[in-house]
Each structure stands twice: as structure tokens, then as C-alpha cells.
């Protein structure tokens, strides 16, 4: 069966994500079995789906310590459980990089060489902080301007979490940089889920004009780099 025969990237994702009906979910099983290729096609995508999730999810802090005893015991045990938290604190480091890194060379392997586009971006925001935002924007105007002249540049940025900020009408401050980059093809994206979550709440969600609302940040990310796109997380 060709890729792209039956099931497309969409169905895939729709699948992982439990949101295809009992009827649809047992037709795409049944043709599982039937089809290496489409097996290894969903394998991939869960993979893909749980490094990302990985990558994203919060450290957990260690529980707090009860007060220790004076002393010298105390002493001893006040140094030793400083040395474990450290210890621990390198540790989430070191996993969080290795898993993005593992990303990376997923996303690679399930692309052909000759089909890898070196030439597209996409950046991720998830922080509202006014010098983060700031700095996916000039990082966008960089990538373009570093373009050689006949050279075909795709750039994406896509905000979720606190980062939805950037393209929230009534919260940005960047509405202008967002237009001109926009006028440059530059695409900007606001996670579906995002939206949902704050619209639950209550908040009333207005965006800048031009805004793609069609995707979580979760499916884009991972579509994107299964693309061969370059992916940075600002």
C-alpha cells in the first residue's frame, strides 16, 4: 500500500489521539494488519507523539526534606541531601536534553535523505515573557535575511501555553513585527488546544489577523519535523 493510499498523516494523528470513532478506529486496525508499511507508519507516530510529550512535561521536584537533626549528624545529613538535589537537578538536565536530541534523529529517520528541506524553520513559543517573544520574531527576520539570493526559505512560528500571548490581539506587543513578517510568508500558528483551555476558562481569545488556528502545537511540532523541518524551541 502507498503512503498515502488510504490514510493520511491526519488519520494517523487522529488515531493516536483517540479521536477517530469505534468504526473508523477498527477499520484503520484491521488495515494494520494487512499493511507493514502502515503499521510501521502508526508505531512511528506514537513514538514520535511520546518523545515530544517527554521533552515537555515538568521535572518533578523532589519532596521536601524534614528539618534535621543539630549536630554533626545534621550537618552530615544537610550536605548529603544537598549533594542528592544536585544530583537529581543534573539528571533532569541531562534526560531532557538526550530526549530532545532524540527527537531530532527520529524526526530524520523517518524521512528520506533527498526529501529533507534544510531550508525550513519552525520556532516554538510557550513563554510569555516580552524578551522571549521578541526573540522568535528577530530570529524569523534572520532566517530570511540569511536566505542566499533564489533560495526557497520557509519559516513557522507556532505559540501555545503562556507563549499564545505573542499573537493575542488585545495582549501582543508585537502586533507590527507580526504584519511585516506575515507580508515576508512568514506563518504563525496558536494552538487549538490552547484556545480551548483559555476560552473554557472564561478568556475571551481575539488574535491578530492571519493567525492559522488548524493545529495543536503537539501535532505541528511533530508534523513538521517528520517533514524534515529544523525545529527550535525559543
Not at 143 to 163: D, M
Request: proline share 4%.
Amino acid at each position: 500500500m502507498k503512503k498515502d493510499e488510504h490514510f493520511s498523516e491526519e488519520q494517523l494523528n487522529a488515531l493516536v489521539d483517540g479521536e477517530l470513532d469505534p468504526e473508523e478506529t477498527s477499520r484503520f486496525y484491521n488495515e494494520t494488519e494487512r499493511s507493514p508499511e502502515l503499521d510501521q507508519r502508526l508505531c512511528h507516530q506514537r513514538k514520535m507523539k511520546e518523545l515530544v510529550k517527554h521533552a515537555y512535561e515538568d521535572v518533578p521536584r523532589p519532596a521536601r526534606l524534614s528539618r534535621p537533626p543539630l549536630g554533626r549528624g545534621g550537618l552530615f545529613s544537610r550536605t548529603l541531601a544537598a549533594v542528592i538535589l544536585l544530583a537529581v537537578g543534573l539528571t533532569a538536565g541531562i534526560m531532557a536534553h538526550n530526549y530532545l536530541d532524540q527527537i531530532r534523529a527520529d524526526s530524520i529517520g523517518l524521512v528520506s535523505k533527498d526529501i529533507v528541506k534544510v531550508n525550513n524553520f519552525l520556532l516554538h513559543v510557550t513563554s510569555a515573557e516580552p524578551e522571549k517573544m521578541y526573540a522568535a520574531l528577530r530570529q524569523a527576520k534572520v532566517l530570511l535575511e540569511a536566505a542566499e539570493e533564489g533560495e526557497q526559505r520557509r519559516v513557522e512560528i507556532i505559540a501555545n501555553e503562556h507563549g499564545l500571548d505573542l499573537l493575542r490581539r488585545d495582549v501582543t506587543p508585537y502586533a507590527q513585527e507580526i504584519a511585516a513578517l506575515q507580508e515576508n510568508d512568514v506563518v504563525f500558528y496558536a494552538c487549538s488546544r490552547t484556545i480551548e483551555r483559555l476560552e473554557d476558562s472564561g478568556v475571551r481569545v481575539e488574535l491578530v489577523p492571519h493567525t492559522n488556528t488548524d493545529y495543536t502545537a503537539l501535532d505541528r511540532v511533530v508534523s513538521r519535523m517528520q517533514d524534515g523541518w529544523k525545529y527550535e524551541k525559543i
